[in-house]
């Protein structure tokens, strides 16, 4: 697609819920990240996908929190059990490797994720 | 790890004024640099970016930054701020080799609002 797509655009759960977020990179980027936006602070660093290697999950703040990436393609953000700490926007993006381009994010609009 | 600093949570500018949000930044050599602008419920888009060279980078509507070593600082400037300029900005850094250069770690923005 055009850009990075994210969806829902907006959640609303209970808290002990499961959660799923989708994200759908553009065509082409092998990379894939999720980062978290909660008020007040800047965008924390989740989770790394980069082709068929191993993803960096060494910003999922707890084993609550999962992710998959199917096909190279698409990916789901899992949040197990939520809280209502894990309120926030949860932002993904996407970008061509190697080099400098790593940095070549593109950003989807986010889902913004509400407990209750 | 590096680190951002925005010291600004918010600035407010009359439209036409000068504008100037400033980020510092910790690491240990000189690292790659973003600024990124988020309208409200949208993704997060690149202004501008330094990776070397001309420590004065040019970007998009009408931003520029100046990348200043001896300060650790990388601050935004635009001459004359239009209304539809009012966001939030955030400063970012990236490291440009080793395992994590894909890992963006960003400051906690600093909301700009204009004033007609």
């Known amino acids: 697609g055009a850009g990075v797509s994210q969806s829902p655009s907006n959640k609303v759960t209970e808290k002990g819920k499961d959660v799923e977020l989708r994200c759908d990179p553009i065509?082409?980027?092998?990379?894939l990240y999720w980062y978290r936006q909660s008020l007040g602070q800047g965008l924390e660093f989740l989770i790394y996908f980069q082709g068929n290697s191993a993803p960096d999950k060494s910003g999922l703040p707890s084993d609550r929190f999962s992710a998959e990436r199917t096909g190279g393609s698409v990916s789901t953000l899992t949040i197990q059990r939520t809280q209502q700490e894990d309120s926030a926007v949860y932002l993904c993006a996407s970008s061509f490797t190697p080099g400098r381009t790593n940095y070549g994010y593109t950003f989807g609009s986010g889902t913004r994720l509400t407990v209750v | 790890a590096q680190s951002v600093t925005q010291p600004d949570i918010h600035i407010t500018v009359s439209e036409g004024a000068s504008l100037e949000l400033r980020c510092n930044y910790s690491y240990g050599a000189t690292p790659y640099l973003f600024w990124y602008v988020q309208s409200p419920g949208q993704g997060l888009q690149l202004l501008l970016k330094y990776f070397s060279g001309d420590t004065l980078v040019q970007g998009i509507k009408g931003f520029e930054a100046e990348f200043k070593r001896s300060q650790s600082s990388f601050n935004l400037r635009k001459p004359s701020v239009h209304w539809s300029d009012a966001a939030e900005y955030f400063c970012?850094?990236?490291?440009?080799?080793?395992?994590?250069?894909?890992?963006?770690?960003f400051g906690k923005g600093t909301l700009l609002t204009v004033n007609p």
């Open positions: 970012a850094v990236g490291a440009p080799s080793g395992g994590s250069n894909y890992k963006l770690t």
């Open positions: 065509s082409g980027h092998t990379a």
